[in-house]
């Protein structure tokens, strides 16, 4: 079965163009079906029947896996038995009438405003990491971006001059307008701040850690995290906070959806549409505590 894993993961790369992390996802999922059935003897894809995969799902539930992550892993063989179904490998796939199960649609967490500028104002602007955390977090919660296209950010995708900044996702890109704010720290990092991590001028990227190398997914949850924390907000707050936060007060200040599902890169307009009803709830809340006949 590995042979295939990796069969199918070329495949992924080379014929479907997909990102190193949707490849790395899908390998880790399988390596964990790979491992479940080689516990139970079964080692060739060509003896994998339905009632095995099932086991797997079972087991799972059992282990109380998050139903997200079941449907993750169920997208995952799908996609993989497919694949050998296509290729030839198999007759059958049995696979075939895998079904995930029903997954509860956590709401994003959001910030208000105020928690916003809170946060912000946390790194210490008097020094070269202080610098470079304001403009990651103001350019962040300025267009919305997702993290990974932050930390992938080069100088040229910058033009400060014009204030915007143009994203890359999956071969796809998008140009997202920056306020001053945003415009003024990211001045200074390039000013005071990048140059004392960053030695060598052929390195590309925006944003790097303080040995200059390309700062991580990991590297900067932990500077959000910790910043979190300084500002006194102990909410589940991830990498995609300021994301989320960012469309909602977007909507909130009276974008329209259009604008904003752009802005975030969003393929369907059903995506941006959860923010809307975000708002929508919100507004409602207010109604009910202020209107003197509620």
């Known amino acids: 079965m590995e042979r295939d894993i990796r069969e199918f993961i070329a495949y992924l ?76 490998v198999l007759k059958n796939d049995p696979s075939e009438s895998l079904r995930p ?28 990491k202080g610098i470079r955390d304001v403009a990651m977090l103001e350019l962040l919660y300025a267009t919305g971006m997702r993290v990974s296209e932050l930390i992938h950010l080069e100088l040229d995708d910058v033009n400060l001059q014009l204030g915007y900044v143009t994203c890359h996702d999956s071969g796809k890109e998008r140009v997202i307008p920056i306020g001053n704010v945003s415009r003024k720290a990211l001045c200074r990092y390039m000013e005071e701040g990048r140059p004392v991590f960053v030695k060598e001028n052929t390195e590309k990227i925006l944003f790097t850690n ?52 752009e802005m975030l890169g969003h393929s369907d307009i059903s995506t941006t549409q959860v923010y809307l009803n975000m708002n929508i709830s919100r507004m409602r809340d207010v109604y009910m505590k202020a209107h003197p006949r509620r």
């Open 101 to 128: 199960p029903k997954v509860k649609k956590k709401t994003p967490e959001i910030l208000s405003v105020e928690e916003v500028d809170k946060l912000l104002k946390q790194p210490n602007p008097d020094t070269p």
């Open 210 to 261: 303080c040995s200059g190398k390309a700062m991580s997914r990991q590297g900067f949850w932990k500077v959000l995290k910790g910043y979190a924390d300084e500002a006194g907000i102990y909410r589940d707050i991830t990498p995609h906070t300021l994301r989320h936060s960012f469309a909602v007060h977007m909507l909130q200040n009276g974008a329209d959806i259009k604008s904003v599902q």
């Open 13 to 88: 790369h080379n014929t479907k163009k997909t990102s190193h992390n949707t490849e790395i996802s899908y390998q880790r999922d399988l390596k964990k079906v790979e491992n479940f059935l080689g516990d139970r003897g079964i080692h060739e894809v060509e003896e994998i029947r339905e009632i095995d995969l099932e086991a797997y799902l079972d087991y799972m539930e059992r282990e109380n896996f998050a139903s997200s992550t079941i449907s993750r892993s169920v997208a995952s063989i799908r996609a993989f038995f497919q694949f050998l179904y296509k290729e030839g």
